[in-house]
């Protein structure tokens, strides 16, 4: 296993919690760890994976701390923040909440966008939530991760993996099971690629000179951002799971999969239909 090597200050609650964490997997969990040297060493970077278990941010973060040496800020609910033990352990390892009801409009985001642009590693999971696909794949993405890429232009760098699911099963929260030592792969993706969307996109809605013209078209920026990282994760998976993914991708809000949106007229290049 690579030694961990810290390419940024993290805090000394983090480092204690990760070499505790790190001692836990060791037992635990055989890995494979695949591309991690495609995470850029510095500056700021979006990191965006698949959810699938209460596990996973433990399996990734070992991977990013020990295999790509990036301290991962997590975006999380504001109300684990009020957990105990758990808050606790987010408050002093600096990771970032973030309110639903502000996130869905944007201004929930400000504190993740001041990380990105202070060089900070952060890591957020484009559904929003652990995976309802029957099959597991990853779903339709939420606007957070889109609205964070486009408003920094920082690299964005997707993540796909599998395996946490083995040691907590399902969106309820119940003790892991540790033993036998289970698989967990994950591997990283090039940078997803958002330049030319970013000319389009505005933070706000109409208004506040923002037509209602540019503001559709930055609504369509956004989801076409959001469509391409689950595009990209989704490939990823496929790799780790070693079998192509279902057509479609799975609407938490419709309880179906549906196909990919379809590019906006006003971009140039080939148009996926599906």
Known sequence: MPPMVSREPAETVYRGWASF???VLSASTRRDW??????????????VANHIS?????????YLIYGAGRWPRYLGKEELWHVP???????HCGQIPVRRDAARSGTGL???ERALRDGLAVTVYPEGTITADPEGWPMVARSGAARL????RCPVIPIGQTGAELVIPGKRMHVPRLFPPKPIAITCG???????????YHPGGAGDDVTAEAAQRSHE?????GARIMDAITILVEEVRGRPAPAGRYDLRLGRRVPRPIPPMWLDGPRPLG
């Open 21 to 23: 964490v790190h001692a």
């Open 34 to 47: 695949r591309c991690p040297e495609r995470v850029p060493h510095g500056g700021g970077v979006l990191l």
């Open 54 to 62: 209460h596990f996973d941010p433990l399996v990734l973060g070992e």
């Open 85 to 91: 033990v758990v808050g606790w352990l987010a408050r």
């Open 110 to 112: 400000a504190a993740a």
């Open 149 to 152: 890429a486009l408003a920094t």
């Open 190 to 200: 090039e940078p997803v690629v958002l330049d030319d969307l970013y000319a389009a």
């Open 221 to 225: 920026a956004i989801i076409e951002a």
